[in-house]
Structures are given as structure tokens and as C-alpha cells.
């Protein structure tokens, strides 16, 4: 059964994501090391300022060049620091611009570069193929949520909080929805970096001592983004003007708001029944404000992957391993009621490996 490593740098900008797994892309036979290396400073406020030149950026752009060429061999690292060989990587990128309704989607990253570097065939371009189809490229995470999720009790629904939140719902008979449901951590991040000085609203502490602000509540929630069906995606500044409309409130009122806000986009996702539990992922389970929004604003259990045995910070870098798997076997990776392409679509690029340097 093929090695493979999963890279994930997600919308929180946060660092790399790496985690190995056996997988026929079908199923998987077991997990190796996983680890999350931080992005330094530098990188992480370049790759910020990069989210707000991109649509009008050049490809050729020597400030682009320059930021891809880092964070390829941020992702190196990740890859030489889990220690294990591979005969395969999937390398989702970092992405910078979303926009699915242009049929354009861009991640950045190196791919034959990742492939010198670390001497290993690297999948990658995960999401163009689905947008070049009509598709909205996201999430991508559903078919290997179906597999983890093989022998629970459904319909189940899998929630993992990035920058950008998005959900899978499992019926009975295995169906498949998934959708952006709305802003993850990338909003409380901005307003808590905005008003503090900090990258996040660690441990919920900010957003714990305020109190939500209803009205402004029930006016983001008024977005015309969740009035439309699934599937449905988002680019992570789509809500940027959000934090504007918080202008006037404390730091902790502006948090507290900004958690529901999550909370709420969540319950309102359009889903065909209500799932047995919702079992959540990512970057945001690990802070009790948004946990306790969640738990309130739904009305079946909210959990996190651990209490069914998975690692909630590495499932999404295991995905894109699972999916390059997928990828080579040119087996599907996004489906008619996961993305909206038009038919079952595999995707991904092949960077072939050659000799380290």
C-alpha cells in the first residue's frame, strides 16, 4: 500500500501541516507522524499581504517569486522533520485567492522545487481541474471524511474550523453534501491581531470575557452568502468587511461576536437532515469561546475528532495525502454534491521526483 505525506497550510496561514499515512486512496491501513512547523513571522505577515495584492498580482511578480520560494522550503522542512520516507506527497499549497465564480482558484507553491528538495514524486493543483469544470474547488476534504468515517453512526456531519469553516454531512446510505459554511478562525484572528497585538485569540480568552453583540449578530448573518445552496465555497477575505461593521465595540464584545458569528454561519448551513453529532477538526476546536458558540447554536452534539480516536490537527495534511494517492490511481476527488462540478472529477498535477538538493 502506497507512503504517503499530506501537506496542508491552510487559510489561518498559521504554519505546515505534515502527516504521514498508508493509503490505497480507497481506504486507510494506518497513520504515521504527524507535526505542525510554524510559519516565522516574516513569512506569515508576507503571505498576509499577499492575500490582499492578489487579484491583482502578476504571476511573474518578484515579491510573489520571492514568498513561494520560502514557503516551498518551509515545506521541505516539514516534510525532512517527520523523519519517514514517502513514496508519494501531496503538496495542497498555499492558497491566496479564491474565486471560483471567475473559474479561478490560485495556490501557491513549488512543486518541482518541493520535488528536488525533498527527493520524492510530489501531487499537487489540487483545485483547478474542478473550477475549470464550473465547480467551486472546495472542500475537497468530504471523500476522505466518508472514509474515516466508514464505521460511525449516521448521517454524521464533520466540521473542520480553518480560516475558513467547511463541512461534510454523511447520510445513512453514504451521501455526500459539503459546503463553506462561513468565516472559521481568519476573522477573530484579524480582529484579535487588530486590537492586540496577537496571531489568535488563544484559548478563547478574549472572546470568553465579552458579551455578543445581537444586533451586528444578526446583521452578518444577513451576508446574501447564506442564502445560497450548497455546495458553496469562500475565499478567506469574502468577510473582510465584517470587522468593520464591529466598529465601536470593545476587543472582547467584538470577539464574542465574531465567535457566534462562526457559530451561526454553521447552524445555518442547508443540510438534507440533522446529523447524530458534529465532530470537529482543525484549528478552532482548540478554543473554548468557539467550541461553546457551536455547542449553543446547535442542537445535537458538537465534539472534537478525538473522541472518535482521530488527530484533529493533522487530518486535513493526512487528507491531501490520501487525495494524491487518489490523484495518481485517477480515482475521483470531488463529486457533483461537494463542490457542484458537473460529474465525479479527479484532479491534481504530478512534479516527478529527482535526485535531493
Known amino acids: 500500500m502506497p507512503r504517503a505525506i499530506g501537506l496542508m497550510s491552510g487559510t489561518s496561514l498559521d504554519g505546515v501541516d505534515a502527516a504521514f499515512l498508508d493509503t490505497d486512496g480507497i481506504a486507510v491501513a494506518g497513520f504515521g507522524p504527524a507535526l505542525t512547523l510554524p510559519y516565522d513571522d516574516a513569512l506569515r505577515a508576507d503571505l498576509r499581504a499577499l492575500l490582499d495584492r492578489a487579484p491583482g498580482l502578476a504571476a511573474d511578480d518578484p515579491f510573489l517569486r520571492d514568498v513561494t520560494d520560502r514557503l516551498t522550503r518551509a515545506h521541505a522542512a516539514a516534510v525532512a522533520a517527520l523523519g519517514v520516507a514517502a513514496d508519494i506527497i501531496g ?29 520524492t514524486r510530489v501531487v499537487y ?12 474547488g472546495a472542500p475537497l476534504v468530504p471523500v476522505f471524511h466518508a472514509a474515516l468515517a466508514a464505521g460511525l453512526l449516521k448521517p454524521v456531519a464533520l466540521l473542520n474550523l480553518g480560516g475558513v469553516a467547511n463541512l461534510t454531512w454523511i447520510g445513512a446510505d453514504d451521501r455526500l453534501i459539503a459546503l463553506d459554511t462561513g468565516p472559521g478562525n481568519a476573522l477573530l484572528d484579524d480582529w ?11 484559548d478563547g480568552a478574549l472572546a470568553r470575557a465579552g458579551r455578543v ?12 452568502f447564506f442564502d445560497r445552496p450548497a455546495p458553496k465555497s469562500l475565499d478567506r477575505q469574502d468577510f473582510a468587511a465584517a470587522l468593520d461593521q464591529l466598529a465601536g465595540l470593545s476587543p472582547a464584545d467584538g470577539a464574542a461576536t ?3 458569528f462562526t457559530a451561526g454561519a454553521v447552524a445555518r448551513a442547508p443540510l438534507p437532515a440533522p446529523p447524530h453529532r458534529v465532530l470537529v477538526c482543525g484549528g478552532g476546536r482548540h478554543n473554548p469561546a468557539l467550541m461553546a458558540a457551536l455547542r449553543a447554536a446547535l442542537p445535537v452534539p458538537v465534539e472534537p475528532v478525538e473522541s472518535v480516536g482521530w ?7 493526512q487528507c491531501f495525502g490520501f487525495l494524491a494517492v487518489r490523484s495518481l490511481a485517477g480515482l475521483p ?15 491534481g498535477r504530478v512534479a516527478e521526483a529527482c535526485a535531493p538538493g
Do not use: K
Not at 495542497?92 to 527527493?119: S, V, Y
Not at 461537494?338 to 460529474?343: E, F, H, I, Q
Open 91 to 119: 503538496f495542497h499549497g498555499q492558497t491566496i485567492l479564491h474565486r471560483p465564480e471567475a473559474r479561478r482558484t490560485w495556490q501557491i507553491g513549488d512543486a518541482a522545487l518541493l520535488a528536488r528538495l525533498t527527493g
Open 125 to 136: 493543483d489540487f483545485r483547478s481541474a474542478d473550477v475549470a469544470a464550473g465547480g467551486q
Open 192 to 202: 484579535t491581531f487588530r486590537h492586540t497585538g496577537a496571531r489568535m485569540d488563544r
Open 213 to 224: 453583540d445581537t444586533a451586528r449578530l444578526v446583521s452578518l448573518l444577513a451576508h446574501p
Open 258 to 260: 465574531l465567535a457566534a
Open 311 to 317: 488527530d484533529g490537527d493533522a487530518l486535513e495534511a
Open 333 to 347: 476527488i470531488s463529486y457533483p454534491e461537494t463542490t457542484g462540478v458537473p460529474r465525479p472529477l479527479t484532479g
